[in-house]
């Protein structure tokens, strides 16, 4: 089974700064997908990027990019020119490669990051 | 913008009563799934849904929950018999229908078993 780990609990970034949330995954898996995903107090997740295990380029968002390191098993979110709209709870998520539509597509979620932007 | 949708906001119910979430996905999506999240915990993976089937589960979705879209619209979860264990915020997400599309969440349902 596949487990996903954010380390830290809270983060706090000064507008304008930039911050980096951590995320560490285990799998057997080659092939797999990985999101951030954002939820901000209305408690509506959506997603920020997303990552394909098979690319080498690392995704790029506007201000958000990932820092992928599939031998550490590793998938870091960097917010650049931070804003008070980015302040949030943030998981890290992985899914396993589809190999047909029907199949499930569970997220398999880490603990979550609480980030605080000061102003 | 689509949005995904659950009712209601807040669910009190004392324990050995049934509750049923709802949910209503994005219209044109064909694969729907409920997860929670147990306060201070990590979202947890509960069920997946595809052309009126269940099409994968968790360890967690057991015979006390059961899950039915009983028109085109909605998409529910049904607990039959609540825990004080049960005490979660539970999401409704659905996809459309690509290898690589996205899940779209609704805002929860805070349910508390008394």
């Known amino acids: 089974a596949q487990t996903v780990t954010q380390s830290q609990p809270e983060m706090s970034v000064q507008e304008a700064e930039t911050v980096t949330l951590s995320c560490t995954y285990d799998?057997?898996?080659?092939?797999?997908?990985l999101f951030w995903y954002k939820q901000p107090p209305s408690r509506q997740m959506i997603l920020v990027i997303r990552q394909e295990a098979y690319k080498q380029q690392n995704a790029t968002e506007n201000r958000f990019s990932v820092n992928f390191q599939k031998a550490a098993k590793s998938f870091s979110l960097k917010i650049s020119d931070s804003q008070l709209g980015d302040a949030a709870m943030y998981f890290c998520a992985y899914r396993t490669l589809l190999l047909k539509e029907t199949s499930g597509s569970r997220l398999t979620f880490g603990e979550g990051t609480q980030l605080t932007v000061n102003p | 913008e689509p949005e995904v949708t659950q009712t209601p906001s807040h669910q009190v119910t004392q324990m050995g009563q049934e509750v049923i979430l709802r949910c209503v996905p994005i219209?044109?999506?064909?694969?729907f799934y409920w997860y929670r999240q147990i306060l201070g915990q990590k979202v947890e993976f509960l069920v997946s849904?595809?052309?009126?089937?269940?099409?994968?589960k968790s360890e967690i979705f057991d015979d006390q929950f059961s899950v039915e879209r009983p028109d085109g619209s909605n998409f529910t979860l049904k607990i039959r018999s609540t825990k004080l264990e049960d005490s979660a915020m539970y999401f409704c997400?659905?996809?459309?229908?690509?290898?690589?599309?996205?899940?779209?969440f609704g805002p929860g349902t805070r349910l508390t078993v008394t």
């Open positions: 997400a659905s996809r459309w229908t690509g290898l690589l599309d996205e899940q779209y």
């Open positions: 219209s044109n999506h064909l694969y």
């Open positions: 849904f595809y052309n009126n089937e269940i099409s994968e």
């Open positions: 799998t057997s898996e080659s092939d797999y997908y």
